[in-house]
């Protein structure tokens, strides 16, 4: 019907006639997921622990092709509805736009006709001479173009009706109105017609050939199948996300959501909500994993050297995701924007009663490294938290671009990504189910002063009550009070031996420039020569390990003496690290389980 769809047919159309459609789709969906079920939980595992023999086997393989068989019913019958209901809702709108034009076309008594052309009556008005005329009524026919001839001039040769002046003739004023009418009538046809074909293509696609036999094939076409639908139902889907609305506004949507509606969010458009904050986490970490794959065969067809660092890393994490962890693995974020995001907590932060997030810094992208050591950090800080509190989770949050060279470290990269911290941290509380759980925001190097910038925008980190600031080259702040917890409540860790915590101040860096250009132990020599020894002023700052900035500074192993290698440095790399720095390890799960009062102190520089 899409080619001769009529305005008629659109101003009659019942779009809950659709819905009731994809619904009863929807039941059918769900009686086939019930069938598999039974399939598999009651005669498959029923004949696995009773029989042994090759008949019990092959009767086995026909059980698992019969799952199958349920398992295709159950997902195409979910796109199908999914498909219905986003053609109801996108044509929603053309139908109002043709009603809107319809109730205005009837208040000026125009006549609408049935190919969309509108008619208007003729009127007496006034000549050039102040003589009542005839304007002749006339007809207009809906065009998205804009008139080649201005009002009032005819066509050439057309007699004038005002004798002197040649070329004029009276206007109707209802000439353009019912143009603006027919115009109004065209666009919202030719929408719906737009909105009609591109579902109609769609739910073609997901026909099934006769005699179903589902193969392993046919079931990786459920993937282009449900890659259609989204692209269809795009608009549909995307409208009802509340993007502008805080974590909590959020939380509530999603709370209350049809569990059919939050399947075809999952199953569908896990991108519009793997990343949102105030979603469960339980809900994110399932929509990302089914996102995952989505995005790593984006970045297979991209190409080139950054899509392939990210992709290999993408791919180390769903291998992580597919192994047992301890604590487990919750993907709370991913993508490929800038230098990669990714947040992965270990523990469930809605569980638990201590929950930490810690802001990676310097240097930091969703590459192998990330893969292996960062997310690491935040795996040991949840292990040593749960000794502690066994309810604790600690998650890495690469929710932003961090700066990849010390030489391009500015202010901006964190100022940016505060308000994203912040953001999230607010999503935490919003789904946290305890009473008053108690958070802990940590940053290191760099990301230090993110969570410092966090810290200071207005209302401070949503829900946290402790700061942990290690191996900071400064946070933009000149006390500790001005993070928003209480001094009592700022813990720094700072190694002697870490260059990063003796970054001079940008006076004094300027003067090291030639050499810090150059690289290699010359930088070393002449940085060390410019360290802060004897002040409190760092390059973001006073310096958090300094009396005068007024924190808790906790004691740390100086790690070994600073050699410059490939931009990094051991002594800066070991604060979560319970085997090359068991101290300081310690003292952060302490922090982060809720036990401040027990860290071991270390006196101020």
């Given at each position: 019907?899409?080619?001769?769809?009529?305005?008629?047919?659109?101003r009659?159309?019942?779009?809950?006639?659709?819905?009731?459609?994809?619904?009863?789709?929807?039941?059918?969906?769900?009686?086939?997921?019930?069938?598999?079920?039974?399939?598999d939980?009651?005669?498959?595992?029923?004949?696995?622990?009773?029989?042994?023999?090759?008949?019990?086997?092959?009767?086995?393989?026909?059980?698992?092709?019969?799952?199958?068989?349920?398992?295709?019913?159950q997902?195409?019958?979910?796109?199908?509805?999914?498909?219905?209901?986003?053609?109801?809702g996108?044509?929603?709108?053309?139908?109002?736009?043709?009603?809107?034009?319809?109730e205005?076309?009837?208040?000026?008594?125009f006549?609408?006709?049935?190919?969309?052309?509108v008619?208007?009556?003729?009127?007496?008005?006034d000549?050039?001479?102040?003589?009542?005329?005839?304007?002749?009524?006339?007809?207009?026919?809906?065009?998205?173009?804009?008139?080649?001839?201005?009002?009032?001039l005819?066509?050439?040769?057309?007699?004038?009706?005002?004798?002197?002046?040649p070329?004029?003739?009276?206007?109707?004023?209802?000439?353009?109105?019912?143009?603006?009418?027919?115009?109004?009538?065209?666009?919202?046809?030719?929408?719906?017609?737009?909105?009609?074909?591109?579902?109609?293509?769609?739910?073609?696609?997901?026909?099934?050939?006769?005699?179903?036999?589902?193969?392993?094939?046919?079931?990786?076409?459920?993937?282009?199948?449900t890659?259609?639908?989204?692209?269809?139902?795009?608009?549909?889907?995307?409208?009802?996300?509340?993007?502008?609305?805080?974590?909590?506004?959020?939380?509530?949507?999603?709370?209350?959501?049809?569990?059919?509606?939050?399947?075809?969010?999952?199953?569908?458009a896990?991108?519009?909500?793997?990343?949102?904050?105030?979603?469960?986490?339980?809900?994110?970490?399932?929509?990302?994993?089914?996102?995952?794959?989505?995005l790593?065969?984006?970045?297979?067809r991209?190409?080139?050297?950054?899509?392939?660092?990210?992709?290999?890393?993408?791919?180390?994490?769903?291998?992580?995701?597919g192994?047992?962890?301890?604590?487990?693995?919750?993907?709370?974020?991913?993508g490929?924007?800038?230098?990669?995001?990714?947040?992965?907590?270990?523990?469930?932060?809605?569980?638990?009663?201590?929950?930490?997030?810690?802001?990676?810094?310097?240097?930091?992208?969703?590459?192998?490294?990330f893969?292996?050591?960062?997310?690491?950090?935040?795996?040991?800080?949840?292990?040593?938290?749960?000794e502690?509190?066994?309810?604790?989770?600690?998650?890495?949050?690469?929710?932003?671009?961090?700066?990849?060279?010390?030489?391009?470290?500015?202010?901006?990269?964190?100022?940016?990504?505060?308000?994203?911290?912040?953001?999230?941290?607010?999503?935490?509380?919003?789904?946290?189910a305890?009473?008053?759980?108690?958070?802990?925001?940590?940053?290191?190097?760099?990301?230090?002063?993110?969570?410092?910038?966090?810290?200071?925008?207005?209302?401070?980190?949503?829900?946290?009550?402790?700061?942990?600031?290690?191996?900071?080259?400064?946070?933009?702040?000149?006390?500790?009070?001005?993070?928003?917890?209480?001094?009592?409540?700022v813990?720094?860790?700072?190694?002697?031996?870490?260059?990063?915590?003796h970054?001079?101040?940008?006076?004094?860096?300027?003067?090291?420039?030639?050499?810090?250009?150059?690289?290699?132990?010359?930088?070393?020599?002449?940085?060390?020569?410019?360290?802060?020894?004897?002040?409190?002023?760092?390059?973001?700052?006073?310096?958090?390990?300094?009396e005068?900035?007024?924190a808790?500074?906790?004691?740390?192993?100086?790690?070994?003496?600073?050699v410059?290698?490939?931009?990094?440095?051991?002594?800066?790399?070991?604060?979560?690290?319970?085997?090359?720095?068991d101290?300081?390890?310690?003292?952060?799960?302490?922090?982060?389980?809720?036990?401040?009062?027990?860290?071991?102190?270390?006196?101020?520089?």
């Amino acid at each position: 019907m899409t080619g001769s769809l009529t305005w008629q047919q659109l101003r009659d159309l019942k779009t809950s006639e659709l819905t009731q459609a994809g619904d009863t789709w929807h039941e059918v969906s769900g009686r086939s997921a019930s069938d598999r079920a039974q399939v598999d939980r009651a005669m498959s595992a029923k004949l696995r622990e009773t029989q042994e023999s090759d008949s019990a086997e092959a009767a086995l393989g026909r059980l698992q092709r019969l799952s199958r068989n349920f398992q295709y019913v159950q997902t195409e019958c979910g796109l199908v509805r999914t498909a219905l209901n986003g053609l109801a809702g996108d044509l929603v709108d053309p139908q109002n736009q043709l009603k809107q034009a319809l109730e205005d076309a009837a208040s000026l008594n125009f006549t609408v006709h049935e190919d969309g052309s509108v008619s208007y009556p003729a009127v007496k008005v006034d000549d050039l001479t102040g003589a009542k005329q005839e304007a002749p009524g006339g007809s207009s026919t809906g065009s998205t173009r804009l008139p080649l001839d201005p009002p009032g001039l005819g066509p050439p040769g057309q007699q004038s009706l005002y004798p002197g002046y040649p070329g004029f003739r009276p206007v109707n004023p209802n000439a353009e109105k019912a143009q603006d009418v027919a115009d109004r009538i065209a666009r919202a046809v030719r929408s719906a017609r737009e909105i009609d074909a591109r579902y109609a293509k769609t739910l073609n696609g997901l026909r099934a050939e006769k005699g179903l036999d589902v193969t392993a094939a046919t079931l990786k076409d459920v993937f282009r199948d449900t890659a259609d639908v989204r692209s269809a139902a795009d608009m549909h889907l995307a409208e009802g996300v509340p993007r502008d609305k805080d974590p909590a506004e959020r939380k509530k949507w999603w709370d209350g959501l049809t569990d059919e509606q939050r399947q075809e969010y999952l199953k569908i458009a896990p991108d519009l909500i793997g990343g949102l904050d105030g979603i469960p986490a339980v809900t994110r970490d399932e929509a990302n994993r089914n996102y995952l794959p989505v995005l790593i065969e984006d970045l297979a067809r991209q190409g080139g050297d950054e899509a392939k660092t990210k992709l290999d890393a993408l791919r180390m994490i769903q291998e992580k995701l597919g192994e047992s962890s301890r604590p487990p693995m919750f993907l709370l974020g991913i993508g490929d924007e800038g230098n990669g995001r990714a947040i992965v907590s270990y523990g469930n932060p809605d569980a638990s009663r201590h929950v930490a997030a810690y802001v990676p810094g310097l240097g930091t992208k969703l590459d192998g490294e990330f893969v292996d050591d960062t997310m690491k950090r935040a795996q040991d800080t949840a292990l040593g938290a749960k000794e502690v509190d066994p309810s604790s989770a600690a998650i890495i949050w690469l929710g932003y671009d961090a700066p990849q060279h010390a030489d391009v470290m500015s202010k901006g990269d964190a100022q940016r990504g505060a308000p994203a911290y912040n953001e999230f941290m607010a999503g935490l509380s919003a789904t946290n189910a305890n009473e008053d759980p108690h958070v802990t925001a940590i940053g290191h190097s760099y990301g230090s002063l993110t969570v410092g910038t966090a810290a200071k925008e207005s209302g401070g980190i949503p829900g946290v009550d402790d700061v942990i600031l290690l191996g900071s080259p400064g946070v933009d702040a000149q006390k500790a009070t001005e993070l928003g917890v209480g001094k009592d409540h700022v813990f720094v860790g700072a190694a002697d031996n870490d260059p990063v915590t003796h970054l001079p101040t940008k006076g004094e860096s300027a003067l090291a420039a030639p050499a810090w250009a150059l690289g290699g132990p010359e930088w070393v020599r002449r940085a060390n020569d410019l360290f802060d020894v004897g002040d409190d002023d760092l390059y973001f700052g006073k310096d958090p390990a300094s009396e005068a900035f007024g924190a808790q500074r906790f004691e740390v192993d100086d790690g070994p003496r600073a050699v410059l290698e490939a931009g990094k440095f051991d002594a800066h790399s070991q604060y979560f690290d319970p085997e090359l720095d068991d101290v300081s390890a310690l003292n952060v799960a302490k922090i982060v389980g809720g036990r401040p009062e027990d860290i071991v102190r270390e006196e101020y520089r």
